[in-house]
């Protein structure tokens, strides 16, 4: 089983209200990722992180912030949350060797957020 | 169009069915394949890469086909407990950033 760990797992929240949904793994991992996955539709890459101090945007725009001050932790923000944000968010992480190969992504169990 | 595409069933098969699974992707340049397994209301998992040569792991036999830009999975013999969203996914470039399918969603039955 991957050590990687989201909080909350569900999250109902009015609109406004700033948000920060948590994602820790503890195998040392320099490369983490946030995803955005509506049900049925397809996981979208909005930040991924290649170590401290470093944060990229993904393919798909996103309102949230993220930010990397330590290897293990990567939260996830949203100032001010609509019910547009509503959507299941997926934490993930790897282990870095180089800017080719590949290596398996391992995912977190995901926070359900629901704007209303 | 999108990046990576999938049939989205449901395949609803018997137990002990063989079942087959395509994917399409457009960038040419795309150097590394995977299927991921996801269950319901849970995160992907890593089900097998996919290489060249075709490669097998148990009752999961995948497939490459770089001319054609197409990606299979077949399961074989196959359970309940394979019942879930069977997701074909993409690395193009370097750093390590997928993109998903949508997902093909299989369940197995009695």
């Known amino acids: 089983e991957a050590d990687i760990y989201q909080t909350p797992r569900y999250l109902v929240i009015g609109t406004g209200k700033k948000i920060t949904l948590e994602c820790s793994q503890t195998?040392?991992?320099?490369?983490m990722y946030w995803y955005q996955q509506d049900p049925g539709m397809e996981l979208h890459l909005i930040h991924y992180?290649?170590?401290?101090?470093?944060?990229e945007k993904g393919d798909l725009s996103s309102e949230s912030t993220v930010s990397r001050i330590r290897t293990e932790h990567f939260p996830l923000t949203l100032e001010s949350a609509r019910p547009s944000h509503t959507s299941q968010y997926l934490c993930?992480?790897?282990?870095?060797?180089?800017?080719?190969?590949?290596?398996?992504?391992?995912f977190g169990p995901g926070t359900r957020l629901t704007v209303l | 169009r999108k990046e990576v595409e999938q049939d989205p069933g449901p395949f609803n098969v018997p137990e002990g069915a063989t079942v087959a699974f395509n994917c399409t992707y457009s960038?040419?340049?795309?150097?590394?394949f995977f299927w991921y397994r996801q269950d319901c209301r849970k995160e992907p998992k890593l089900l097998m890469s996919?290489?060249?040569s075709g490669n097998e792991d148990g009752r999961f036999t995948a497939q490459l086909n770089r001319a054609s830009q197409y990606i299979s999975l077949l399961i074989r013999d196959s359970k309940l407990s394979d019942s879930a969203t069977y997701l074909c996914?993409?690395?193009?470039?370097?750093?390590?950033?997928?993109?998903f399918g949508t997902g093909t969603q299989l369940k197995v039955e009695l």
């Open positions: 993930a992480s790897s282990d870095r060797k180089d800017d080719i190969s590949y290596n398996e992504q391992f």
């Open positions: 195998m040392g991992h320099d490369k």
């Open positions: 992180s290649y170590g401290v101090n470093s944060t």
């Open positions: 960038n040419s340049a795309s150097q590394s």
């Open positions: 996919v290489y060249s």
């Open positions: 996914v993409v690395n193009t470039g370097g750093g390590n950033k997928l993109t």
